[in-house]
């Protein structure tokens, strides 16, 4: 009688909680070192991001959040560049195998996968004595030529942002005990908003074909508002002029400008939006306002693209430009 082959322990986590996830047949049920993702004569984009605990997110985070994020702020990138998910790679560095994280964990990623119609291909785990990490490299099809870049802004274009500005910086101050939590204690269901915002970002892929359709460049917006349009500029060559009274804010972030409580600078350069930020030429902005509109997606127009390579100014509600000391979350 044949032994039956061994079976390590690495696998058998892999067939418990992830090839359940692997529903597309180029992941060849994950029994396989390589997966295969067709391209049906589309052009394939690549986007690669990682959450580290004590970074990204917090160590008592609950493990389904952290499986969201984890996949949503790929998923954003993809939205950002016009193009449709078409599946992703998981590396997983645990301190531990147990059930009670791997389980959520699983179920959150797999529900997401199928919610955005990016289904696991393949990928790695392994053991770390140090902080957890989570790195998922995702993959998008666009029409070939026409992903868009951060190249493209030109002068005139108008500057787009999806959603509303800040409120995820807010909820990681909630959660750290900050003058946020103490600003909101009599009021439970902001806080909780906020934390959301933070823990589970809302990628706008609904609006990745209007993006492509009329945006002339785009990026997501994962490091600071003012950071990332910094970013944008510098690599079309351009500079940007943004009136800080049309930055979408939510309700809670609104009134705690207005009590002072926090400042502007915070949710311009607070990080973990997960908005698209796009430069549209004038003649074609309010169809992808509209567009937004059509599938429960505010884009609110803050800003113009103008000449020149300096910085992009931040104008108050007196056309004074604010002296922003950050501009973005730094990971170094």
């Known amino acids: 009688m044949t032994n039956a082959p061994e079976t390590s322990a690495e696998d058998s986590l892999i067939a418990r909680y992830f090839k359940p996830l692997a529903t597309d047949p ?12 067709s391209s049906s004569g589309d052009d394939i984009v690549v986007t690669t991001d990682a959450v580290v605990e004590g970074v990204h997110y917090l160590a008592g985070d609950p493990p389904d959040t952290i499986a969201r994020k984890a996949l949503r702020v790929n998923l954003s990138d993809l939205a950002a560049k016009g193009t449709v998910p078409a599946g992703f790679v998981l590396t997983l560095a645990l301190r531990s195998k147990e059930d009670a994280w791997l389980r959520p964990f699983a179920d959150a990623l797999g529900e997401d996968a199928t919610t955005f119609a990016c289904p ?8 770390t004595p140090g902080p957890q990490m989570i790195s998922i490299t995702a993959f ?3 029409p070939q030529g026409q992903m868009v870049g951060r190249t493209g802004a030109r002068p005139g274009d108008r500057i787009l942002v999806t959603g509303t500005i800040g409120d995820a910086a807010l909820g990681l101050d909630v959660l750290t005990g900050g003058v946020v939590a103490a600003a909101l204690a009599s ?8 934390v959301s915002r933070y823990r589970i970002p809302q990628p706008r892929n ?3 074909q209007a993006v492509r359709d009329h945006a002339s460049a ?9 950071g990332d349009l910094t970013k944008l500029c510098a690599a079309s060559g351009v500079s940007a ?3 800080v009274l049309n930055v979408p804010l939510s309700a809670a972030a609104a009134g705690l400008i207005a009590r002072n409580a926090v400042c502007v600078e915070t949710l311009l350069a607070g990080g973990d939006d997960y908005e698209v930020l796009c430069t549209v030429p004038p003649a074609q902005s309010d169809a992808l306002i509209a567009a937004g509109r059509a599938v429960g997606v505010a884009v ?7 000449a020149g390579g300096a910085r992009p100014r931040f104008l108050d509600g007196q056309g004074q430009e604010l002296a922003l000391k950050r501009l973005s979350y730094s990971h170094f």
């Open 120 to 127: 696991l291909l393949g990928g790695d785990t392994v053991s």
């Open 300 to 306: 609110t127009a803050i800003g113009t693209i103008v």
């Open 26 to 37: 180029g992941a060849f049920g994950l029994v396989d070192d390589a997966a295969v993702l």
């Open 206 to 208: 609904v609006l990745a």
């Open 140 to 142: 998008g099809r666009v």
């Open 241 to 243: 002029s943004v009136d």
């Open 187 to 194: 009021d439970p269901a902001a806080r909780e908003a906020l």
């Open 218 to 226: 785009a990026m997501d917006v994962s490091d600071g508002l003012a």
